[in-house]
């Protein structure tokens, strides 16, 4: 799981692309949560490391309590830098926090992003209702007590 906001280190400590609002160019984002993405509710999510849920917590923007323009914005945990498709913004996280998060929002605008992207398309798979509740079953799927 990367994290894309400008310029930032990732797990291997290289740097991250930085993506830039042009208006009407089309950033890749992925069309269908993958099969391991974490705000499906079938995931393991104990395969995501502490690390990885506090990129999500930055990431995270909710009704009232939007995430700002400099908060990262989650590309996909299977796509890595220099493959085919480096750094596509990650479907599920999109359809959950997508109109949350105004550098997201600012995507829509300038058409960087349809308005398909955060919107869950018939046959999805479950996703989580919002980041609380991934925390909590990636909590009970580690066996740790919960957070109240």
């Known amino acids: 799981m990367e994290e894309i906001c400008g310029a930032s280190e990732t797990r291997e400590g290289s740097r991250a692309a930085a993506w830039h609002l042009t208006p009407g160019a089309e950033h890749e984002f992925r069309d269908w ?8 509710t079938d995931a393991d ?5 502490e690390q990885d849920m506090d990129m999500l917590r930055r990431a995270d923007g909710r009704p009232g309590a939007e995430a700002p323009v400099g908060a990262p914005v989650v590309a996909c945990h299977l796509d890595q830098p220099g493959t085919a498709h480096a750094y ?22 300038f058409e960087i992003l349809p308005g398909r992207a955060v919107t869950p398309r018939p046959g999805w798979p479950r996703l989580y209702a919002g980041l609380d509740a991934l925390l909590a079953a990636r909590a009970e799927q580690l066996g740790l007590p919960a957070r109240g």
């Not at 479907?91 to 550098?103: N, P």
Request: net charge positive; proline share 6%; glycine share 6%.
């Open 33 to 40: 949560p993958c099969t391991r993405c974490p705000w499906r």
């Open 45 to 49: 999510l104990t395969a995501f490391s």
């Open 88 to 109: 596509r913004w990650c479907a599920g996280w999109l359809a959950t926090v997508g109109e949350y998060h105004l550098a997201i929002r600012l995507a829509l605008a």
